[in-house]
């Protein structure tokens, strides 16, 4: 029942008739709108007639609910609800995405895969630990350690954390633990689960059980709501037909309804809705044409070795293809995803640009070419919104090449950043310094470590695009005679040890790298 107040009642009329109902054992939701005042009443009305409540000199109209779900219905509560889970806002403009991997694995796979996914655009971690398998041989997830593992990969990548509850005896750790707590298609009608999580305050993401109607999922929410937790994010992920080409079939049509019937945000699954990686894409463009408010991913560094729903997965660099798509899609709904700046840099990771690229963008997306040029090339073609190379060292001088580049009347010039540059010299674990008769690396990278070099008569000096290239090239090579001039970042990323530190010929040896757009 819904009760509309009339415009202009005082504080003390509305107060009586609260208390009047309250005495009636009702639990009364008030809604606050600019024009008029709205009171939901929830339980049992069938004592209480209309005219009855009409009679009362606070009351304008009484209308009937007729729908079994009154908390989440539309009519209790016109506007939309946001859920705020951090910093992010579910079913406000911004899409949720959420993204990571059926199942965590290990500490190693979900840090590489959050903070992949973050740099592409993700906003929320998702990862199961206790895994609802149809198979009791299947894996079941590395539970509590699961959840410890998915909390410390959500730390290192900045991004809040979803994780499937089972059984209520694990509230208090999920409490403890996620940022939002995931009830499965399987267990969308555990009713005591339900109950449990109504009575604490962390958002729910509710899935539709894959023999559910949308009354039922609403009626699922109904428990979780009454309970007095108003945090429920509802979630298609496909019912079952019978259709067998894909695993489920993702009903779309839920999104309009849910969204017409009830003011809670709607997440679409397009993984568990298909089964299949490839239609993740078209579906999840689908998804944001319908109105979902946000999207939940699997992706997987392996899919092909997942330990659950492998062939649904997507890897991150597949998931760092779509989202500018997606992008497109939601800016069309009015809704938005924002995507990280990509940053092109010169050099492949662990480059000196690279190491001025995550000082100046640490949530970008960074991506190294080898040649100056690339970079030029990846900016002017929107492959990437910055790029970033050396422009002069102090032992140095100018990079002559750059220089040239940076003519480009359709190339400006934001920033300069300036590195203090320490060379050492790097090779595979157990090589000796006596042994070395090859030196790879970069020209001015050599010149800057003219003095040292003059030590070692007996050496090769070989030119390299770029110190990381070097780096790689050697540690590739592992021959024991071979050593690189590069940087402590490069050598810990080639898992090589450093022979000699700090071999530039002055300590006081930096580098200003250019920071530039397209026009
Ligand atoms: C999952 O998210 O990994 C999962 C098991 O989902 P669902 O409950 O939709 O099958
Ligand atoms: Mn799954």
Not at 124 to 138: D, E, I, Q, V
Not at 209 to 221: I, K, P, V, Y
Not at 274 to 298: F, H, N, Q, R, Y
Not at 315 to 333: C, G, V
Request: one cysteine or more; glycine letters at 6%.
């Amino acid at each position: 029942m819904i009760i509309v107040l009339k415009h202009g009642v005082t504080e003390e009329q509305t107060n009586s008739l609260k208390e009047w109902l309250s005495g009636k054992g009702l639990d009364i939701c008030p809604i606050y709108g600019a024009e008029k005042t709205v009171l939901g009443l929830v339980g049992d009305t069938s004592h209480l007639s209309a005219d009855e409540i009409g009679m009362h000199e606070a009351v304008e109209k009484v209308l009937k609910v007729m729908e079994p779900y009154k908390k989440a219905n539309r009519k209790f509560h016109p506007e939309n609800t946001v859920i705020k889970v951090k910093n992010l806002e579910i079913g406000g403009k911004e899409l949720a995405i959420i993204a990571g991997p059926c199942s965590v694995e290990s500490e190693e796979q979900i840090i590489q895969i959050a903070l992949q996914v973050k740099k592409a655009g993700a906003n929320m971690l998702r990862g199961g630990a206790f895994k609802p398998r149809t198979s009791p041989y299947s894996f079941q997830g590395l539970r509590a350690e699961g959840l410890i593992l998915l909390k410390r990969a959500g730390e290192a990548a900045g991004l809040p954390i979803v994780s499937e509850i089972t059984n209520p005896n694990y509230i208090e750790l999920f409490d403890q633990y996620v940022d939002v707590i995931q009830v499965g298609a399987r267990n969308m009608q555990n009713f005591e689960l339900l109950k449990e999580l109504g009575r604490i305050k962390k958002p729910v993401l509710l899935k539709r059980g894959f023999a559910n109607t949308l009354e039922e999922l609403l009626m699922a929410c109904e428990y979780i709501m009454s309970e007095g937790n108003p945090n429920v994010i509802l979630c298609e992920r496909g019912i079952r037909t019978h259709e067998t080409y894909t695993r489920n079939t993702l009903d779309l049509s839920a999104v309009p309804a849910l969204k017409r019937i009830s003011h809670l945000p709607v997440l679409v699954d397009p993984s568990h809705g298909t089964g299949i990686s490839w239609m993740v894409e078209p579906l999840s463009k689908a998804a944001i044409a319908v109105g979902a408010d946000g999207l939940i991913i699997e992706v997987h560094n392996n899919p092909s070795k997942a330990l659950s729903d492998g062939p649904q997965s997507i890897t991150p660099s597949q998931f760092s293809y779509i989202m500018p798509k997606l992008k497109e899609y939601a800016a069309l709904e009015g809704r938005s995803i924002s995507i990280p700046h990509t940053v092109a840099y010169a050099g492949t990771p662990g480059s000196f640009a690279n190491e001025a690229a995550e000082k100046t963008y640490p949530d970008s997306a960074h991506t190294g070419f080898e040649r100056f040029e690339d970079v030029f090339w990846a900016v002017l073609n929107k492959k990437a919104e910055i790029g970033i190379v050396p422009y002069e060292n102090t032992l140095a001088g100018k990079v002559a090449e750059v220089e040239e580049l940076l003519n480009n009347k359709n190339i400006e010039i934001i920033d300069r950043i300036k590195i203090k540059i320490r060379q050492m010299l790097v090779a595979p674990s157990g090589t000796e310094l006596s042994s070395i008769r090859k030196i790879y690396s970069h020209p001015k990278a050599i010149e800057q470590c003219s003095k040292f070099l003059s030590t070692m008569p007996d050496c090769r000096i070989i030119p390299y695009s770029t110190t990381s290239a070097a780096a790689m090239t050697v540690a590739a090579l592992n021959d024991k005679c071979s050593a690189a001039i590069a940087s402590e970042t490069a050598a810990r990323l080639y898992k090589l040890s450093t022979l000699k530190e700090d071999i530039q010929d002055d300590e006081n040896n930096y580098t200003e790298f250019v920071v530039f757009r397209a026009k």
